[in-house]
């Protein structure tokens, strides 16, 4: 018995060559490799373009290298997201990225409205810091209000 042929058939009986149902056959018996997927355009087609995942994500969902997809996104023709408008560097506190726009954030406006008010009323810097968490006023990331936070935010602001 060949390593091609399933277990279930009986040894003694000859088998017709089916050519297509090998790869089939193997892929039942034998994982196959995830990176194998790059070599068919429409499945990278259909996560590059259509469900907009990174060449970076498509390399850590497949197994390959960043590059491998890249080379594999030229091989197929597939335009690449390079020319796009993507902001560079983080967004400040109060504002958001929208449509490759800048735009005010309403709650994180409160929240400077907020510490401009505390500011004027004489707290200080660490004083802010801690009403800001009292009250669960979130930072950008989620985090505790520090007093140098507060201070960055009041000096651009």
Same mark, same amino acid.
């Given at each position: 018995m060949s390593v091609f042929e399933p277990a279930l058939s009986p040894p003694d009986q000859p088998r017709a060559n089916t050519g297509a149902t090998i790869p089939a056959l193997i892929e039942a018996v034998v994982p196959l490799p995830r990176v194998l997927s790059l070599r068919g355009k429409d499945v990278l087609e259909r996560l590059y373009t259509r469900e907009h995942i990174s060449a970076r994500e498509i390399s850590r969902l497949v197994g390959a290298s960043r590059s491998g997809v890249l080379k594999a996104l030229d091989r197929f023709? /597939?335009?690449r997201e390079r020319d796009r408008a993507t902001r560079i560097g983080p967004v400040p506190f109060g504002f958001e990225y929208l449509n490759h726009q800048v735009v005010k954030n309403d709650a994180e406006q409160a929240a400077i409205r907020m510490m401009r008010q505390y500011r004027a009323g004489g707290l200080s810097l660490r $004083? /802010? $810091? =801690? +009403? %800001?968490? %009292?009250? %669960?006023v979130p930072t950008k990331q989620n985090g505790l209000w520090q007093a140098n936070t507060v @201070? =960055? /935010?009041? +000096? @651009?602001a």
């Amino acid at each position: 018995m060949s390593v091609f042929e399933p277990a279930l058939s009986p040894p003694d009986q000859p088998r017709a060559n089916t050519g297509a149902t090998i790869p089939a056959l193997i892929e039942a018996v034998v994982p196959l490799p995830r990176v194998l997927s790059l070599r068919g355009k429409d499945v990278l087609e259909r996560l590059y373009t259509r469900e907009h995942i990174s060449a970076r994500e498509i390399s850590r969902l497949v197994g390959a290298s960043r590059s491998g997809v890249l080379k594999a996104l030229d091989r197929f023709s /597939i335009p690449r997201e390079r020319d796009r408008a993507t902001r560079i560097g983080p967004v400040p506190f109060g504002f958001e990225y929208l449509n490759h726009q800048v735009v005010k954030n309403d709650a994180e406006q409160a929240a400077i409205r907020m510490m401009r008010q505390y500011r004027a009323g004489g707290l200080s810097l660490r $004083a /802010i $810091a =801690g +009403a %800001l968490n %009292l009250k %669960l006023v979130p930072t950008k990331q989620n985090g505790l209000w520090q007093a140098n936070t507060v @201070r =960055g /935010i009041l +000096a @651009r602001a």
